[in-house]
């Protein structure tokens, strides 16, 4: 039998809770997340089959602090894993848990929690789209002719589309956790 796998998969900033979904059937199907790397490759090691639940945080308040942040976690049962683009991931058995846990207790906490995606994540997009990305799709908009602006215009139109789906994804997550903390 393998005693490691790896897979692909993406997701967007909006959708850490479809990642830890896929992170616990994974563990259920007996895959315990292991390690992960850019751009999206899951490190899979072979374990017993057990329902375990998988939190993210967003944590980016350096290394100072980063042991605080984990034992107030580990007070709570959660077993820290790594960090990960400003990610936090934490597991737990989902057999010693009192109910439904989960590591933002209320709809405020979360929001909270996407607050700090947004400023951490989301404003260097942001910033990058407008100032990068804008500007360069109109250049290569107003110079068309050759092949090489062909291809930076496709690939820029390609870039405007991805960065519309991340923003639009955020916005509605971000509104649907907002409606529910009011």
Request: aromatic fraction near 18%; charged fraction near 25%; hydrophobic fraction near 40%.
């Amino acid at each position: 039998m393998k005693k490691q796998k790896r897979e692909f998969k993406i997701f967007t900033i909006a959708e850490y809770e479809q990642e830890q979904e896929y992170l616990r059937s994974q563990h259920q199907k007996g895959w315990k997340l292991v390690h992960l790397t850019f751009p999206g490759i899951y490190l899979f090691e072979a374990c017993e089959k057990e329902d375990v639940v998988y939190q993210l945080d967003y944590h980016q308040q350096g290394l100072g602090s980063q042991e605080t942040y984990v034992n107030m976690f580990k007070d709570c049962g959660w077993e820290y894993l790594f960090d990960f683009l400003g990610y936090s991931y934490f597991r737990k058995s989902a057999a010693s848990m009192q109910g439904k846990e989960e590591i933002f207790c209320d709809e405020a906490s979360r929001l909270a929690f996407i607050g700090r995606v947004f400023k951490g994540r989301m404003v260097p997009l942001l910033i990058l789209f407008f100032l990068v990305i804008i500007p360069q799709t109109i250049l290569q908009i107003s110079n068309p002719g050759s092949d090489p602006h062909r291809a930076l215009l496709y690939f820029y139109l390609i870039m405007v589309a991805f960065y519309a789906y991340v923003f639009i994804r955020f916005t509605l997550q971000y509104r649907t956790l907002r409606n529910r903390a009011d």
